[in-house]
């Protein structure tokens, strides 16, 4: 749970923006461990929440989403990006605030 409750997408289209942004996942996992990790990590999270978005809603900006984490959800917010990743690509975990294992933050898509 961020401000409202939202979904993370982990689809091609992100890896596709991974690979422009990045030059691919490898290259991402090293900047995320950077200098400019917070950057990429807003980045990141951007990405990934818009493409988990209802048709119809307004996309977020990585200012928007830089309000949304703080000190208090970062770990929880990373976790919750790793996990997505993790997935078998087709959005189906749905992580919530009640959920010991990740908390803040909600990912994937149901189907």
Same mark, same amino acid.
């Given at each position: 749970?961020?401000?409202?409750?939202?979904?993370?997408?982990?689809?091609? *289209? %992100?890896?596709?923006? !991974?690979?422009?942004?990045? =030059?691919?996942?490898?290259?991402?996992?090293?900047?995320?461990? =950077?200098?400019?990790?917070?950057?990429?990590?807003?980045? @990141?999270? &951007?990405?990934?929440? *818009?493409?988990?978005?209802?048709?119809?809603?307004?996309? @977020? &900006?990585?200012?928007? %989403?830089?309000?949304? !984490?703080?000190? =208090?959800?970062?770990?929880?917010?990373?976790?919750? !990006?790793?996990?997505? !990743?993790?997935?078998?690509?087709?959005? *189906?975990? *749905?992580?919530?605030?009640?959920?010991?294992? %990740?908390?803040?933050? &909600?990912?994937?898509?149901?189907?």
């Amino acid at each position: 749970m961020l401000d409202k409750e939202r979904k993370m997408l982990f689809d091609l *289209n %992100v890896m596709d923006a !991974i690979s422009d942004h990045f =030059g691919g996942m490898g290259e991402m996992n090293k900047a995320m461990q =950077g200098k400019d990790q917070m950057k990429h990590l807003r980045w @990141l999270l &951007t990405e990934l929440l *818009n493409e988990g978005s209802e048709d119809g809603e307004a996309l @977020l &900006t990585e200012k928007q %989403v830089g309000k949304l !984490i703080h000190s =208090g959800n970062l770990v929880e917010v990373s976790q919750a !990006i790793s996990a997505v !990743i993790a997935k078998d690509g087709r959005g *189906n975990q *749905n992580l919530t605030d009640d959920d010991d294992e %990740v908390k803040n933050a &909600t990912a994937g898509k149901s189907q």
